[in-house]
């Protein structure tokens, strides 16, 4: 595929930590707009590290990364924020900023932008509704549980509608209601054109929803696709039914908000 076609192209990539030996071996893969992927692996495989390398967070070892049209290599370094704000993150240990409110932290990519603050003021209350945290807006992040620092996490990196969404482990401290929620919303975000990447070890999830998947084992990638077709339209239907039982009561707000949001 050519770069043109793709929103992130690896091509022999290595990474080694100082002088130990590679942790990811001769990554090559392409992901297209709008495409929909779980990284799966066992703990160590690399999922981490091959996220950090796609939010530029680490320079390869070796090997071409190509994202957004742009060689990383050859870019100047004045362009690399731009190129980042364009990425939205979902951090396994959510990285929030403890002296901001649950509100605050998620507005902070829309201030960021120079959103106007009274849509700052109404995407965000829609948003945090979506994910169950309307009671939580002034809460600090040290006083939250670690199931509502991570729906403030992913708040946070889908509020600004990024082209790329990466999530590492975003479901890992959420119980199944919650999860197959949070994934309706990432659907949601993909059906209007987010590539997105889900690091999870959540096998029962990726078995259910039946999406490609990327896979690591001892530094080295493989892809597949259970439903034969970039995605199961039938089990993300399924995901759809599910999350809307048992939130009837906030399920009409709820819906509305994602939708004027997204």
Same mark, same amino acid.
């Given at each position: 595929?050519?770069?043109?076609?793709?929103?992130?192209?690896?091509? =022999?990539?290595? *990474?080694? #930590?100082?002088?130990?030996?590679?942790?990811?071996?001769?990554?090559?893969?392409?992901?297209?707009?709008?495409?929909?992927?779980?990284?799966?692996? +066992?703990?160590?495989?690399?999922? $981490?590290?091959?996220?950090?390398?796609?939010? &530029?967070?680490?320079?390869?070892?070796?090997?071409?990364? =190509? &994202?957004?049209?742009?060689?990383?290599?050859?870019? @100047? /370094?004045?362009?690399? @924020?731009?190129? /980042?704000?364009?990425?939205?993150?979902? !951090?396994?240990?959510?990285?929030? %900023? =403890?002296?901001?409110?649950?509100?605050?932290?998620?507005?902070?990519?829309?201030?960021?932008?120079?959103?106007?603050?009274?849509?700052?003021?109404?995407?965000?209350?829609?948003?945090?509704?979506?994910?169950?945290?309307?009671?939580?807006?002034?809460?600090?992040?040290?006083?939250?549980?670690?199931?509502?620092?991570?729906?403030?996490?992913?708040? /946070?990196?889908?509020?600004?509608?990024?082209?790329? *969404?990466?999530?590492?482990?975003?479901?890992?401290?959420?119980?199944?209601?919650?999860? #197959?929620?949070?994934?309706?919303? !990432? +659907?949601?975000?993909?059906?209007?054109?987010?590539?997105?990447?889900?690091?999870?070890?959540?096998?029962? *999830?990726?078995?259910?929803?039946?999406?490609?998947?990327?896979?690591?084992?001892?530094?080295?990638?493989?892809? !597949?696709? @259970?439903?034969?077709?970039? /995605? $199961?339209?039938?089990?993300?239907?399924? %995901?759809?039914?599910?999350?809307?039982?048992?939130?009837?009561?906030? +399920?009409?707000?709820?819906? $509305?908000?994602? +939708? =004027?949001?997204?």
């Amino acid at each position: 595929m050519s770069p043109s076609g793709s929103i992130v192209r690896f091509e =022999n990539v290595g *990474l080694r #930590y100082g002088i130990g030996p590679e942790v990811l071996q001769d990554i090559s893969f392409s992901l297209s707009p709008g495409s929909f992927h779980f990284l799966v692996g +066992e703990s160590g495989a690399g999922k $981490s590290s091959l996220l950090k390398l796609m939010y &530029l967070a680490l320079t390869p070892t070796r090997g071409l990364i =190509n &994202l957004f049209d742009h060689d990383i290599a050859t870019t @100047p /370094r004045r362009q690399m @924020p731009e190129l /980042r704000r364009r990425v939205g993150v979902v !951090f396994q240990e959510f990285r929030l %900023m =403890n002296h901001l409110s649950t509100f605050d932290n998620v507005a902070l990519p829309l201030r960021i932008a120079g959103i106007r603050e009274s849509d700052v003021q109404k995407h965000v209350i829609e948003l945090l509704a979506w994910v169950g945290l309307q009671d939580h807006m002034d809460a600090r992040p040290p006083t939250l549980s670690g199931g509502q620092q991570q729906r403030v996490s992913i708040a /946070r990196a889908v509020i600004a509608h990024p082209k790329l *969404l990466l999530a590492d482990e975003p479901t890992g401290n959420v119980d199944d209601a919650m999860a #197959y929620r949070l994934m309706h919303l !990432f +659907e949601e975000l993909n059906r209007l054109g987010t590539t997105i990447v889900i690091a999870t070890h959540n096998q029962q *999830l990726v078995e259910r929803l039946g999406l490609p998947c990327m896979k690591l084992d001892k530094g080295q990638l493989s892809m !597949f696709d @259970p439903s034969g077709d970039g /995605r $199961s339209a039938t089990a993300l239907a399924q %995901m759809s039914q599910s999350t809307k039982k048992g939130t009837a009561k906030t +399920e009409t707000t709820a819906k $509305s908000g994602i +939708e =004027n949001y997204l």
